[in-house]
């Protein structure tokens, strides 16, 4: 497992995040346990969970089973409720207590709301700080600008900033490569990129015109079946690529995402033990540039605007420059 910065934090995570969204809800108590421990056994140091998982019960699990493993983890837990001032500091503690811990590693907002107040919200996690409670803040599902925003109050006021940005990013989902990514290399904000495998639609065992697999989450994910009918035929491509490759889809997917430098983590969250292998495996496969494009040319999902991107040939216009990672001299 190889180790990275996360972000401006001067911590060293392993690349690999385990995802617990499954704890308790997919898999239970001693399934997870035994997934957490052959996580670790493989070197992962760090561990995404949500006060809102299985309604508190995914960190209530953790919490039994970590045991004093948890000095040795990178923690990230997310605010539940709302994300004004009272529902953060309540939040926290009521994680702390269900995670038998004093403090997290990273404590993240779950998502904005419309009408949040970026003021009180940051006050709000810099006493969260100061307080022990957690070590960094950071932020989910944030737009580029509202980030910025945050960390501009931050800033002013001397309060932590937001170091993390956790995102959805996978070969389907690639909305974030036109903001948050290149902000996210200039700014040195550390992205962890959830739905690696997208729900499980990438790992093979979906094919459009077949019966959904039993037991999986296509099978009361809407989202999945919607992915499936518009993307059947580049899944079937992509499965086609991975078996000339000799290499599981899963893995090939989840080794997409952490192929781009602005990607910190990819969060790998299995329903069984079974599956954690694929996701371990995905750290030691390194695409070369051809089989990256190749891949990312299968599901041609890149977010397209209008306007000058129809003239290729002019090298400097605006939608590529909002994504070029390497616009900034270092
Ligand atoms: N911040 C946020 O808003 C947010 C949102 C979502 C998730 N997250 C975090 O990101 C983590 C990952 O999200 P995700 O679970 O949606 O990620 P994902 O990697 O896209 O999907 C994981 C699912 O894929 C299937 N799978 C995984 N490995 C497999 C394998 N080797 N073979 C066959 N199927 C396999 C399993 O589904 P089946 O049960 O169907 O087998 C598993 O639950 C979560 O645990 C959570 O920590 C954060």
């Given at each position: 497992?190889?180790?990275?910065?996360?972000?401006?934090?001067?911590?060293?995570?392993?690349?690999?995040?385990?995802?617990?969204?499954?704890?308790?809800?997919?898999?239970?108590?001693?399934?997870?346990?035994?997934?957490?421990?052959?996580?670790?056994?493989?070197?992962?140091?760090?561990?995404?969970t949500?006060?809102?998982?299985?309604?508190?019960?995914?960190?209530?699990?953790?919490?039994?089973?970590?045991?004093?493993?948890?000095?040795?983890?990178?923690?990230?837990?997310?605010?539940?409720?709302?994300?004004?001032?009272?529902?953060?500091?309540?939040?926290?503690?009521e994680?702390?207590t269900?995670?038998?811990?004093?403090?997290?590693?990273?404590?993240?907002?779950?998502?904005?709301?419309?009408?949040?107040?970026?003021?009180?919200?940051?006050?709000?996690?810099?006493?969260?700080?100061?307080?022990?409670?957690?070590?960094?803040?950071?932020?989910?599902?944030f737009?580029?600008?509202?980030?910025?925003?945050?960390?501009?109050?931050a800033?002013?006021?001397?309060?932590?900033?937001?170091?993390?940005?956790?995102?959805?990013?996978?070969?389907?989902?690639?909305?974030?490569?036109?903001?948050?990514?290149?902000?996210?290399?200039?700014?040195?904000?550390?992205?962890?990129?959830?739905?690696?495998?997208?729900?499980?639609?990438?790992?093979?065992?979906?094919?459009?015109?077949?019966?959904?697999?039993?037991n999986?989450?296509?099978?009361?994910?809407?989202?999945?079946?919607?992915?499936?009918?518009?993307?059947?035929?580049?899944?079937?491509?992509?499965?086609?690529?991975?078996?000339?490759?000799g290499?599981?889809?899963?893995?090939?997917?989840?080794?997409?995402?952490?192929?781009?430098?602005?990607?910190?983590?990819?969060?790998?969250?299995?329903?069984?033990?079974?599956?954690?292998?694929?996701?371990?495996?995905a750290?030691?496969?390194?695409?070369?540039?051809?089989?990256?494009?190749?891949?990312?040319?299968?599901?041609?999902?890149?977010?397209?605007?209008?306007?000058?991107?129809?003239?290729?040939?002019?090298?400097?216009?605006?939608?590529?420059?909002?994504?070029?990672?390497?616009?900034?001299?270092?």
């Amino acid at each position: 497992m190889n180790y990275i910065e996360f972000g401006t934090t001067g911590e060293q995570v392993s690349e690999m995040c385990l995802g617990t969204m499954m704890f308790g809800s997919r898999c239970d108590e001693t399934e997870s346990d035994r997934i957490l421990g052959a996580a670790i056994d493989h070197g992962v140091n760090f561990i995404d969970t949500a006060a809102m998982y299985a309604g508190g019960l995914t960190e209530e699990l953790l919490g039994r089973i970590m045991g004093s493993r948890r000095d040795n983890l990178f923690l990230a837990t997310k605010v539940h409720k709302g994300i004004d001032a009272a529902s953060i500091l309540t939040s926290i503690d009521e994680s702390l207590t269900r995670l038998r811990t004093d403090h997290v590693d990273l404590y993240l907002l779950h998502w904005p709301v419309p009408g949040m107040n970026p003021v009180e919200i940051m006050e709000a996690l810099s006493k969260v700080v100061a307080a022990g409670k957690a070590r960094f803040v950071g932020c989910c599902n944030f737009p580029a600008w509202l980030l910025a925003h945050c960390n501009s109050i931050a800033a002013a006021n001397g309060w932590p900033r937001l170091v993390n940005n956790q995102v959805a990013y996978n070969i389907i989902e690639r909305g974030i490569e036109v903001e948050i990514l290149p902000q996210a290399v200039a700014e040195h904000i550390a992205i962890t990129a959830y739905r690696p495998l997208a729900m499980g639609l990438l790992t093979g065992k979906y094919r459009w015109g077949q019966p959904l697999p039993d037991n999986s989450r296509g099978q009361t994910s809407s989202q999945i079946i919607t992915w499936l009918s518009q993307y059947g035929a580049g899944l079937d491509r992509f499965i086609d690529f991975a078996a000339k490759l000799g290499v599981e889809p899963g893995v090939l997917a989840a080794a997409w995402v952490r192929y781009s430098p602005a990607v910190t983590s990819p969060i790998i969250g299995v329903s069984s033990l079974h599956q954690l292998q694929a996701g371990i495996d995905a750290f030691d496969c390194n695409l070369s540039v051809e089989e990256y494009d190749e891949i990312t040319w299968m599901f041609d999902t890149e977010v397209k605007e209008e306007g000058l991107q129809r003239f290729p040939g002019l090298r400097y216009n605006f939608p590529r420059l909002r994504r070029n990672l390497d616009l900034l001299g270092k």
